[in-house]
């Protein structure tokens, strides 16, 4: 069983900054595809960035050049630096564990509010 616990959302004003970061329980951290996918009122969930257990990113449009995905193996830990924030950006920000291995599950923390101001 793995656990997500998601931390350091809240309210920031436009072209801000905020770091979101995700805590993993268990084993399966270090072979997994973590993401961070973010849904805002009334939208569909949409996958912001993802990186491989190897360090490979991969990030939606939106996002390039503005957030930065990240993982340390040794803590089970992935992050989300977000700077030069926009209210668009607003929504709630979820941590998500792809599972690299077949049978294994995947896994999502509880989510995390980001609200921008402008």
């Known amino acids: 069983q793995v656990q997500l616990v998601e931390s350091g959302g809240g309210l920031v004003q436009a072209g801000g900054s905020l770091r979101l970061s995700c805590a993993a329980s268990?084993?399966?951290?270090?072979?997994?595809?973590m993401a961070w996918e973010r849904q805002a009122p009334g939208k569909q969930r949409e996958l912001v960035a993802r990186?491989?257990?190897?360090?490979?990113?991969n990030y939606v449009d939106s996002v390039k050049d503005r957030f930065t995905i990240s993982r340390d193996n040794a803590k089970n830990t992935v992050s989300l630096q977000m700077n030069s924030l926009k209210p668009e950006d607003t929504a709630v920000y979820y941590c998500?564990?792809?599972?690299?291995?077949?049978?294994?599950?995947?896994?999502w923390g509880q989510g995390t509010q980001v609200s921008v101001s402008s």
């Open positions: 268990g084993s399966v951290f270090r072979i997994s595809t």
């Open positions: 990186i491989s257990s190897g360090g490979a990113t």
């Open positions: 998500h564990l792809i599972p690299t291995v077949w049978g294994q599950k995947d896994y």
